[in-house]
Nanobody, 130 residues
Framework: QEQLVESGGGLVQPGTSLRLSCAASTFTFDDYAIGWFRQAPGKLREGISC????????YYTDSVKGRFTISRDNTKNTVYLQMNSLKPEDTAVYYCAAALDLYGPKCTGWGPNLFEYNYWGQGTQVTVSS
């Protein structure tokens, strides 16, 4: 069973930064697109960023564009989400997920489709509050 583990969440003040990590322990990332999703209380889970497998194409939803940066280190089997200038509306549980990218891109200009991402982490809480 493929597993992903998120880490790096926490309680921070507005305007500060956090870096989330997503690591795989049972499979190699190389052929997988990795997406970051978040779910705030009472809201649907939304895809906020993703990075493709080979060419490393990236996507950001408008609300995080310019503040968040996704990157991957395949040698460490880890994907990062650097989150700067955090706002209270960024408060949510953040999930990473993986989708096999070999036979068709899973990170496109439309963003990550959560129904195409098969393997999920357990989530990490990010709370932005003063």
């Amino acid at each position: 069973q493929e597993q992903l583990v998120e880490s790096g969440g926490g309680l921070v003040q507005p305007g500060t930064s956090l870096r989330l990590s997503c690591a795989a322990s049972t499979f190699t990332f190389d052929d997988y697109a990795i997406g970051w999703f978040r779910q705030a209380p009472g809201k649907l889970r939304e895809g906020i960023s993703c990075i493709g497998s080979r060419l490393g194409r990236t996507y950001y939803t408008d609300s995080v564009k310019g503040r968040f940066t996704i990157s991957r280190d395949n040698t460490k089997n880890t994907v990062y989400l650097q989150m700067n200038s955090l706002k209270p509306e960024d408060t949510a549980v953040y999930y990473c997920a993986a989708a096999l990218d070999l036979y068709g891109p899973k990170c496109t200009g439309w963003g990550p489709n959560l129904f195409e991402y098969n393997y999920w982490g357990q989530g990490t809480q990010v709370t932005v509050s003063s």
